[in-house]
């Protein structure tokens, strides 16, 4: 089935230009699909199997000598968030080449977006490594008692908290736009646009809501970012087989 193309830059392309753009949606798609999928498992793996383990709340004393024992679990968490960072960039890249040929300036406001959440995260996961320079670093053992040391960085592992979640706005945000764009294109399917786009609402809302409500717990964006997960396995299923033809877009 041909679709009516949104590029109209594609229309009576030679062969060769054509099966150029074809390789370049392809690999993006596929990029983008398996950033996505090893972001996930990483950031899961950190967050949830290295960090928040070893941290026990409101007991500073006890999370300092938990870390302190599993330094090294701590400190491999660190380096997957730190390669999360990474693909972050990467994917930002790859789905601006994916929806350029829908709206260019939305692509790459979407791109920026993503990179300046990028940004925010890098100086989230910089808390962590204070807190073990807290708790480990000679300058600060002299300078500090050990009960001040340990609420430090267990301030710090918070901060993190905090940080990274007050830079879900710009995340969310980006997902809204990659929503947008999908839905306007003619080659993904219009469902998939909006479970995107409602994904970056539910981001939105846990980060406005933890700024303005103390202690929120609730997380939207835990029952909505089940449009990410449809992204990311249409761009791996079904994103490699799209098609540029003279006369349109089709999804082979």
């Not at 997957?80 to 260019?104: E, G, K, Q, S």
């Not at 846990?206 to 202690?215: E, P, Q």
Request: hydrophobic content about 55%.
């Amino acid at each position: 089935m041909t679709i009516t193309p949104t590029t109209p830059q594609l229309r009576g392309a030679t062969t060769d230009t054509l099966e150029a753009a074809n390789r370049g949606l392809r690999r993006s798609a596929l990029v983008a699909g398996f950033g996505l999928l090893v972001m996930a498992v990483l950031a899961a793996g950190a967050n949830f199997g290295a960090i928040q383990r070893l941290v026990t709340e409101g007991d500073a004393t006890r999370t300092a000598k938990d870390v302190l024992a599993s330094e090294g679990l701590f400190r491999l968490g660190i380096a997957a968030l730190v390669v999360v960072v990474v693909l972050d960039i990467v994917v930002a890249w790859a789905l601006w080449r994916f929806f350029a040929p829908v709206d260019t300036g939305v692509a790459t406001l979407a791109a920026w977006l993503r990179l300046l959440y990028a940004a925010v995260f890098a100086v989230a996961i910089g808390q962590l490594l204070g807190a073990l320079r807290m708790l480990g670093d000679a300058k600060y053992l002299t300078a500090f008692s050990i009960d001040q040391r340990h609420a430090e960085a267990l301030l710090k592992i918070h901060s993190f908290q905090d940080i990274w979640h007050a830079g879900l706005a710009l995340f969310g945000l980006h997902l809204v736009l990659i929503g947008y764009l999908a839905y306007k294109s003619s080659y993904v399917p219009r469902l998939l646009g909006v479970l995107v786009v409602i994904a970056g609402a539910g981001y939105l809302l846990d980060s406005f809501a933890g700024l303005l409500v103390a202690n929120y717990s609730f997380s939207v964006a835990a029952v909505t970012a089940i449009g990410e997960v449809f992204l990311m396995l249409w761009l791996l299923v079904k994103g490699r087989n799209i098609t540029l033809k003279g006369g349109g877009l089709s999804p082979c």
